[in-house]
Nanobody, 112 residues
Framework: QVRLEESGGGSAQPGGSLRLSCAAD????????LGWYRQAPGNQREWVGT???????NYADSVKGRFTISKNSGQNTAYLQMDNLKSEDTAVYFC??????WGQGTQVTVSS
């Protein structure tokens, strides 16, 4: 059973922007923090940032100041706004909450 679904990936140039969405089941969204993660080819999955149930956020140093996590609780959807993209941001991006299995993710490619 897929309880989180990522979308919004695509291609962007360095310095560009993308916004990813994560649709979650209500029972998960309202009770757990939600994290964004990414995995580049050949690399382990790394943590990008988290939004907590109270709306507070935390970010990895690699994206701090460039990425912003937000959520719309009424629609059970979280967002990852990615600005000033760099080539090293290229990865498959995942959301997760409540210790669910990893989903398919959404591909982000940043290149000139």
């Amino acid at each position: 059973q897929v309880r989180l679904e990522e979308s919004g990936g695509g291609s962007a140039q360095p310095g560009g922007s993308l916004r990813l969405s994560c649709a979650a089941d209500r029972a998960i969204f309202g009770n757990y923090a939600l994290g964004w993660y990414r995995q580049a080819p050949g690399n382990q999955r790394e943590w990008v940032g988290t939004i907590f149930t109270d709306g507070g956020t935390n970010y990895a140093d690699s994206v701090k100041g460039r990425f912003t996590i937000s959520k719309n609780s009424g629609q059970n959807t979280a967002y990852l706004q990615m600005d000033n993209l760099k080539s090293e941001d290229t990865a498959v991006y995942f959301c997760n909450s409540g210790g669910l299995p990893w989903g398919q993710g959404t591909q982000v490619t940043v290149s000139s």
